[in-house]
Structures are given as structure tokens and as C-alpha cells.
């Protein structure tokens, strides 16, 4: 079992900056890729970016690559979501999620791929 707890979230200004994080427990995650996704109302929910916990190696959405860094700290079993230059329609619920063996990144854009979630965290960018 694996519990995922986001946090991180807020309310800022277009042009702003946000970090999110989700903190992992119940496992060691070596074999596994800790994905970001987001949702806004009314829309499906959509891949933003993954990691792979070992080795590090990162995949981004075209509309996040560039403004939106993933990254993990392996001591603190925790995942983050740097975002910069923050848009109005960055305006979502995020999300975390966990794959346990895995084929390679560019396999986990979609979220049936993940095994667990977590409860998301609120994010609201104003223009």
C-alpha cells in the first residue's frame, strides 16, 4: 500500500511561482516513477509530468516543458512540482501518482497507468 499526500497549493498571480509536493509513504520506491497530473473543471484529467525515482530521468507535457520543473528528495520520500511563469490556465486540481515497474516515462501519460493517488491540491492562478 501506498499513501500519497499533496500539498503546496494556493492562490497566485499570473507570472507567479508555485513548488507543490507530494510525500510518499508505505514502500520504497526505487523501482518506481511518481507522475504529476492536473484537472480542471469541467475537463479530463491530464498528464503534466513523471520521474523516475532511481534515476531521476524526467518527462514533461509540451504545456508545462520549460516552466514547470519535476524533482524528488529519495531521504524525504518526497516528490515536488517547481511552476514558473504560472497562466491562468495552469487554474486546476493537482495531483500525484505512483507507478510501481514500469516500461519507460513516455508510457505514463495517461492516468489509468498509476497505481495509487493522492487527494490532490488546489491550484488557482489569477490574470
Known amino acids: 500500500q501506498v499513501q500519497l499526500v499533496e500539498s503546496g497549493g494556493g492562490l497566485v498571480q499570473a507570472g507567479g511561482s508555485l513548488r507543490l509536493s507530494c510525500a510518499a509513504s508505505?514502500?520504497?520506491?526505487?523501482?518506481?516513477?511518481m507522475g504529476w497530473f492536473r484537472q480542471a473543471p469541467g475537463k479530463e484529467r491530464a498528464f503534466v509530468a513523471v520521474?523516475?525515482?532511481?534515476?531521476?530521468?524526467?518527462y514533461y507535457s509540451n504545456s508545462v516543458k520549460g516552466r514547470f520543473t519535476i524533482s524528488r528528495d529519495n531521504a524525504e520520500k518526497t516528490v515536488y512540482l517547481q511552476m514558473n511563469s504560472l497562466k491562468a490556465e495552469d487554474t486546476a486540481v493537482y495531483y500525484c501518482?505512483?507507478?510501481?515497474?514500469?516500461?519507460?516515462?513516455?508510457?505514463?501519460?495517461?492516468?489509468?497507468?498509476?497505481?495509487?493517488w493522492g487527494q490532490g491540491t488546489q491550484v488557482t492562478v489569477s490574470s
Open positions: 501518482a505512483s507507478k510501481f515497474r514500469f516500461a519507460t516515462l513516455i508510457t505514463l501519460t495517461t492516468p489509468t497507468s498509476y497505481d495509487y
Open positions: 520521474i523516475e525515482w532511481s534515476a531521476g530521468s524526467t
Open positions: 508505505g514502500r520504497t520506491f526505487s523501482s518506481y516513477a
